[in-house]
């Protein structure tokens, strides 16, 4: 008989299995009792990013009068970002090169130009009046100033302010932008925004001070970024993936949890927190990666559209905190079901807002299963027991694959596990568990 198994929240088939006998019906309970798998965790809140509007009329030719103050909220904004520039290596750059490049990147340093924004997703959306506008947005948030913008259209604002936050990531310290509206004789004839800080300038400038140092430090142990070389991107994205995992905690409500602060500094974030802190690494590096925002499993969230080595790929990087506990064991692993992966199959279980149009991602070389040789369109065993004696002999204790359809996968899992096949390529292993992602066709083996 087949294993009972159940699903957590993620949609994850979890089940342990004994092997031939060789473990008491007692132990076996224990184990199959013990085992919860902790994966793919989702944020609580939709971020939401504030429009407040000053209005100010006057019936005469000079502009003066009373001023009347609101709020008016926006929309909400929907997250994304790109960067179109496909020159992604570059020569060794020395560590006073990198500060001054993060740094520069950070702190919206230089002017900002056509030229400066020319790499980013939204920025493109626009036309040229509009990027304008967006510049003049991005001068305002970034130097802490109020000043005029070219456009009296609120509604359009409201676009560009939003199209702004989702280009840059390294705007942590505002939620929304306040402007006023100056008119004559009922007819708007400027405007004028100024940000809506969650800070302090001193405050916001000690942060930037500590991301610099806590950035410099991961770009510096990227592969192939700060020498130089032509590592592909699937190497470099891989890594920052598996940083960004290994190191945060998904902890709702923990500070800072809508911007990079959480993940870079606080090590403990949601998955806002996630996806922009890939985001914004992957900019730095000069890979063009994209924020989307929608709902996956049946809550809000967010998570990535990245350019690696010529074709666009989803990722969710969330996703890839897993653990599994028992009274035995408490392992915590990175799972790869959500690298690379094309719009059909993300949106098997992620629905994307369309607020803001995503890549049209059909490329699968960069797929992880694909690139590291796990991706199965055959039924036979025998690789992935291979597979799994090469990770027990290497000192490891798990294996991950993927397969071409749910039929594969379940022929797979009858002849490893219902018919104990798995053993006969494992070691003094009396028991094993496995996790299954049914919708993306992935297998986690524990051993």
């Known amino acids: 008989m087949q294993d009972p198994y159940d699903f957590d929240s993620s949609g994850y088939d979890r089940r342990s299995h004994s092997g031939g006998g060789c473990l008491n019906v007692l132990a076996f309970l224990v184990i199959l009792i013990g085992i919860f798998v902790g994966i793919c965790k989702f944020y609580n809140v939709s971020p939401t990013n504030t429009l407040w509007h000053y ?31 496909n020159s992604r290596h570059s020569p060794a750059i020395s560590q006073e090169e990198l500060e001054e490049r993060i740094t520069g990147h950070m702190e919206g340093t230089g002017d900002i130009t056509d030229e400066s924004q020319a790499g980013y997703y939204c920025y ?12 003049e947005v991005l001068d305002s948030l970034v130097n802490w100033k109020e000043r005029e913008i070219s456009t009296v259209d609120a509604d359009e604002l409201n676009t560009i302010y939003n199209y702004v936050m989702s280009d840059h990531p390294e705007i942590f310290y505002t939620n929304g932008v306040h402007y006023t509206q100056k008119s004559i004789n009922g007819t ?6 100024k940000g809506q800080y969650t800070m302090t300038q001193d405050d916001a400038a000690q942060y930037q001070a500590r991301l610099l140092s806590a950035i410099q430090t991961i770009l510096a142990t990227v592969p192939g970024y700060v020498d130089g070389t032509t590592t592909d991107d699937f190497t470099k994205i891989k890594y920052l993936y598996d940083y960004i995992v290994s190191n945060t905690d998904y902890v709702e409500g923990a500070d800072e949890n809508q911007n990079i602060i959480s993940v870079l500094l606080n090590h403990r974030s949601v998955c806002n927190g996630y996806a922009k802190t890939l985001q914004y690494l992957s900019q730095l590096m000069g890979i063009p990666a994209i924020l989307v925002s929608g709902t996956a499993e049946g809550g809000p969230h967010a998570w990535n559209a990245i350019l690696m080595d010529g074709g666009w ?135």
């Open 124 to 135: 493109n959306l626009l036309e040229d009046d509009s990027k304008t506008v967006y510049r």
């Open 55 to 85: 209005a100010e009329e006057s019936q005469q030719s000079d502009n003066s009068g009373s001023e009347e103050v609101y709020p008016m909220p926006s929309v909400p904004v929907d997250e994304s970002i790109g960067d179109d520039d």
């Open 313 to 447: 790929y989803q990722i969710d990087v969330t996703f890839g905190e897993s653990n599994v506990s028992s009274q035995k064991t408490d392992l915590s692993f990175i799972n790869y079901a959500y690298l690379g992966l094309t719009n059909k199959e993300m949106y098997v279980n992620h629905t994307v807002d369309n607020n803001i149009p995503v890549p049209d991602c059909t490329a699968t070389q960069d797929n992880y299963f694909v690139y590291t040789n796990t991706y199965f369109s055959s039924s036979d065993i025998s690789p992935i027991g291979e597979l799994a004696r090469s990770a027990q002999a290497a000192g490891e204790n798990m294996i991950q694959f993927r397969t071409a359809d749910s039929y594969t996968m379940d022929v797979i899992i009858d002849k490893l596990f219902t018919q104990h096949l798995i053993y006969n390529y494992l070691s003094n292993i009396n028991s094993c568990t496995y996790v299954l992602n049914a919708a993306q066709n992935t297998l986690i083996i524990l051993f």
């Open 188 to 193: 708007v004839t400027a405007i004028y925004v």
